[in-house]
């Protein structure tokens, strides 16, 4: 029962993890696509599609493999992996749908066709890993008894109490300490710019003296709220095409 336990605590790290990296991801998508019902909704079917794909085929292997356990370790430092590799991505696929157009150019069929191909590109790596690693940790406690089946609750349950758990910390508490940490490492730049031009005699332009990846920054986190659904280029405030 104590490795019961221990595994436990994986799943619960590791359903936190795979929710606080679907909230940063849909953030993402929704200043690149835009904050429409059909533009979340193309991002989170190929994300639930990922899962269950993986969920299907990689559970399957895990059930031959001599030590599931050992094989989860290896899906998570390949979901870390790809996690890193999607900021990439998404800088990628952000050239393409803007260069494109969009919505405004596409037209509505055409231009959720593109989201999902380019969603696809983005998530598919990660979620069919993620959907891999609860299967694989129950193959290490499941038997026929009902012991057994109990472990394998203990451990679903884990592992949805650490994706609640990822969904609140990342939407209300880990994106705002982020964004207060970038204002204030940023405030004290602008301070410093600000003293150079006086030392200088120079005058300053009025406008947004927040510098780039603040404004990205910002536009990142506020990117739950209601957005544009469609436009051909980037808003003002930072999101693009819908």
């Not at 490795?3 to 953030?27: H, N």
């Not at 390949?78 to 991505?89: G, N, P």
């Not at 410093?192 to 920054?217: N, T």
Request: glycine fraction near 14%; include cysteine.
């Amino acid at each position: 029962m104590r490795t019961t336990w221990k595994v436990a605590g994986l799943l619960f790290c590791s359903g936190a993890c795979a929710l606080i990296y679907q909230t940063v991801w849909m953030r993402q998508f929704r200043l690149i696509f835009g904050a429409s019902t059909l533009a979340t909704a193309a991002v989170l079917s190929i994300f639930m599609g990922g899962l269950g794909i993986g969920s299907a085929l990689l559970g399957k292997r895990a059930d031959r493999h001599p030590n599931p356990l050992r094989f989860y370790g290896n899906l998570e430092r390949s979901i870390a992996a790809t996690a890193a590799l999607s900021q990439l991505l998404l800088w990628l696929i952000a050239k393409i749908y803007f260069g494109i157009g969009g919505s405004v150019t596409l037209g509505l069929f055409f231009a959720t066709l593109l989201r999902l191909i380019l969603a696809t590109i983005v998530l598919a790596a990660p979620t069919f890993l993620m959907g891999g690693a609860l299967p694989a940790v129950a193959r290490t406690v499941e038997s026929n008894d009902d012991e057994g089946w109990r472990r394998v609750a203990l451990l679903y349950g884990a592992n949805t109490l650490g994706a609640v758990i990822g969904t609140l910390a990342s939407t209300f508490r880990l994106a705002e300490e982020l964004r207060a940490g970038q204002r204030a490492v940023d405030d004290i730049e602008v301070d410093g710019q600000r003293e150079d031009q006086d030392e200088e005699g120079g005058e300053r332009e009025v406008g947004d003296e927040r510098p780039a990846r603040r404004r990205f920054s910002e536009d990142l986190f506020d990117a739950g709220g209601p957005g544009p659904h469609d436009g051909s280029a980037p808003s003002p405030g930072g999101r693009g095409p819908g």
